[in-house]
């Protein structure tokens, strides 16, 4: 009886451990992907920054790759205006899997230096 438990306990862990393993080779959306690029797309901006300024970015992945702002966290309309204006549907410069998933990416601008 004991070497029929210890058989059915290895056969679950066995099992447990075949159905967590990951077979899907498709790459999941990289943050550091999408940070970088809303980075990129958020260089020199077209107004003066006279103190810090941070916001948080909701944005999603539609299926030609491109951002879609969905939300700007801001105190100030014109900062909610120029980030959308600069990442609403600009391509990603790779592809991600992961379509559709809501993102909320943290901006801050920071003041410009003389």
Do not use: C, W
């Not at 306990?9 to 690029?37: C, K, M, R, Y």
Request: proline share 4%; net charge negative.
């Amino acid at each position: 009886m004991k070497t029929f438990k210890s058989i059915v306990l290895v056969a679950a862990i066995a099992f447990s451990t075949v159905l967590t393993a990951n077979t899907n080779s498709t790459a999941e959306a990289d943050p550091t992907v999408i940070t970088t690029e809303v980075g990129k797309l958020l260089k020199n901006p077209s107004f003066l920054v006279d103190q810090d300024i941070t916001a948080n970015v909701t944005l999603t992945i539609n299926k030609n790759n491109e951002i879609v702002v969905l939300s700007v966290d801001s105190e100030d309309s014109s900062v909610e205006d120029y980030i959308k204006a600069r990442l609403n549907y600009n391509a990603l410069p790779s592809s991600l899997q992961e379509r559709g998933k809501t993102f909320i990416v943290p901006v801050r601008l920071h003041t410009e230096l003389d």
